[in-house]
């Protein structure tokens, strides 16, 4: 085995790997696809009244979205995250960094992630894996968040990357009770955030049972972060990367899955325009979260084309808001989907599906 790669080289890795390779799930799809919102061919609106506003974590957001943490701990994710911080200042979305575990190791490295002065009025959510909190005293995660002034803290779960990564971690016990402890003594929200594989019922009820509120599902059908890790080892166990790159509970079916446990939800992974977004909404989630595109567009147009990318987003959610005669973003969460194909053979299998008339979970 490799010896391990510096963590600072490591994110940088993994920032260029997303932009310049193929890593999203190859045959497995979000299966947004086999949701319909149920079109209102006499809407009694107007567009520019359409309402796409909410509240969330304490701040004001002009639009449901988040941008997803991305990197930082080095350069280019340093320069990447005040780019981001001032798109979401611009058009009022929120803002999550990367993950912070540099930011423990090397303290130095919290200037990269310290984005609130070019973001002062948006939600930013901090970063960490449960592999760090178990480790780590739980006091110590709060101070992190406290230095860049965070609103709520992201805590990820990735233990198919993990046990891809040749650095990577092998020992997950513990997690749930370190994250318990989290919860407690955390002065901010604390949201436990799936990394491409979905978020079961199981475990949403887990998650709520210990005090968390919040959850990103990260669902399957966007970035595999197998494949991210496969692409980093090379030939090197290609098979096992191979092999569980399609792992995963795809978004629609995570949204699902985690209805009714007493969650707020944020729905990320896949989710590509303004149409999927107002989808993920229909199904349950209070905003939506997309980091790859994001940071194609960043590598190709820089700050202007992430501006542009979450300008057509707002559009098209905007529009499909109305098409369903709905006037805000709150009302289209109480609008009537329809399910079919393999999402719908999904809930059905899970007993998830409680009225087949409206679709709902």
Not at 293 to 301: D, G, N, S
Request: glycine residues 12%; contains cysteine; charged residues 25%.
């Amino acid at each position: 085995m490799s010896a391990k790669t510096p963590i600072r080289e490591r994110k940088r890795e993994h920032l260029d790997i997303c932009i310049q390779e193929a890593v999203e799930h190859r045959r497995k799809t979000t299966l947004l696809e086999d949701v319909t919102l149920v079109h209102e061919a006499l809407p009694d609106r107007r567009l520019s009244d359409i309402k796409t506003s909410l509240r969330l974590f304490n701040r004001n957001l002009s639009l449901p979205f988040l941008i997803e943490g991305m990197s930082g701990g080095h350069s280019a994710g340093a320069a990447l995250n005040r780019d981001l911080a001032s798109v979401a200042q611009a058009l009022g979305v929120g803002l999550g960094v990367g993950s912070q575990r540099v930011m423990l190791e090397e303290p130095a490295t919290a200037e990269d992630f310290a984005v609130r002065r070019y973001a002062p009025d948006v939600p930013i959510l901090g970063n960490i894996g449960v592999s760090q909190i178990t480790s780590r005293d739980p006091e110590a995660i709060v101070e992190m968040c406290r230095r860049i002034n965070a609103d709520a803290l992201c805590v990820h779960l990735n233990a198919p990357m993990e046990l891809i990564q040749r650095e990577g971690d092998r020992d997950f016990s513990g997690s749930e009770k370190a994250l318990s402890r989290l919860v407690e003594v955390s002065p901010i929200p604390i949201v436990v955030k799936e990394t491409g594989c979905g978020l079961s019922r199981e475990t949403a009820l887990r998650l709520a049972a210990s005090g968390v509120q919040y959850v990103d599902v990260g669902g399957a059908g966007g970035t595999s972060w197998v494949g991210v890790e496969s692409r980093r080892r090379g030939r090197q166990d290609e098979r096992i990367g191979e092999t569980f790159w399609d792992w995963g509970i795809p978004t629609a079916a995570s949204l699902l899955e985690v209805r009714g446990a007493g969650l707020k939800v944020i729905a990320s992974g896949g989710i590509r325009n303004g149409l999927e977004g107002a989808k993920a909404i229909a199904l349950g989630a209070c905003a939506v979260g997309v980091g790859l595109p994001l940071a194609r567009a960043w590598a190709a147009e820089g700050a202007e084309g992430v501006q542009r990318w979450i300008e057509a987003f707002r559009r098209e959610m905007t529009m499909a808001i109305l098409l369903v005669g709905a006037g805000s973003v709150v009302e289209l969460g109480e609008r009537q989907v329809v399910i079919t194909g393999r999402l719908r053979e999904w809930a059905m299998a899970r007993g998830l599906m409680v009225d087949s008339k409206q679709g709902r979970a």
